[in-house]
Antibody, heavy 119, light 107 residues
């Protein structure tokens, strides 16, 4: 059974840092692109970042470019999101999502982890 | 960046109704479009990939169509569990972008 499970969310002050993790199981992790998607309270979905299966290609939304870094450890089947210089507008639930192979679509999602940026 | 729009922003419908949601991309995206369903407090669920592919486990009353810039999600014979918010997402160019969502609620 495919599972992805996020962790690492919490309360952080503006300007602070946080690292999210996503533990994956039930599929060949290194074969699939992975993504982070966030949702601010009461708002819609916002794609944040994506990474290729090998980790060699990374992509970011303009809103986080230069502040967030996506990475993966295929030996540990784990995806990461390092978030620096956090702002109040980064407050959201953050989802880890597995990409489908060769076509558009994120087919397995975690339950999300909440990040609150506040003083 | 590619902008995605959806219409309507909300729709009130009854069980058994046919519901149609449209999604438009600001530039052509071929068939690189997905549809998701999200219920309050839950993670999104993939319904349709590549504009018209039905994701495994999704009921056949859901269907997608379109190519280029204009796409449609149709729910035939709306069921009680279908009341939710629906999002389209383009995967043709990075950054990926979602539409603003369409809320389907009970009439």
């Amino acid at each position: 059974e495919v599972q992805v499970l996020e962790s690492g969310g919490g309360l952080v002050q503006p300007g602070g840092s946080l690292r999210l993790s996503c533990a994956a199981s039930g599929f060949t992790f290194s074969s699939y692109d992975m993504n982070w998607v966030r949702q601010a309270p009461g708002k819609g979905l916002e794609w944040v970042s994506g990474i290729s299966g090998s980790g060699g290609k990374t992509y970011y939304a303009d809103s986080v470019k230069g502040r967030f870094t996506i990475s993966r450890d295929n030996s540990r089947n784990t995806l990461y999101l390092q978030m620096n210089s956090l702002r109040a507008e980064d407050t959201a639930g953050y989802y880890c999502a597995k990409g489908k192979m060769l076509v558009v679509g994120m087919d397995f999602w975690g339950q999300g982890t909440t990040v609150t940026v506040s003083s | 960046d590619i902008q995605m729009t959806q219409s309507p922003s909300s729709v009130s419908a009854s069980v058994g109704d046919r519901v149609t949601i449209t999604c438009r991309a600001s530039q052509g995206i071929n068939n690189w479009l997905a549809w998701y369903q999200q219920k309050p407090g839950r993670a999104p669920r993939l319904l349709i990939y590549a504009a018209s592919g039905l994701q495994s486990g999704v009921p056949s009353r859901f269907s997608g169509s379109g190519s280029g810039t204009d796409f449609t999600l149709t729910i035939n014979s709306l069921q009680p569990e279908d009341f939710a918010t629906y999002y389209c997402q383009q995967g043709n160019n990075f950054p990926f972008t979602f539409g603003p969502g369409t809320k389907v609620d009970m009439k």
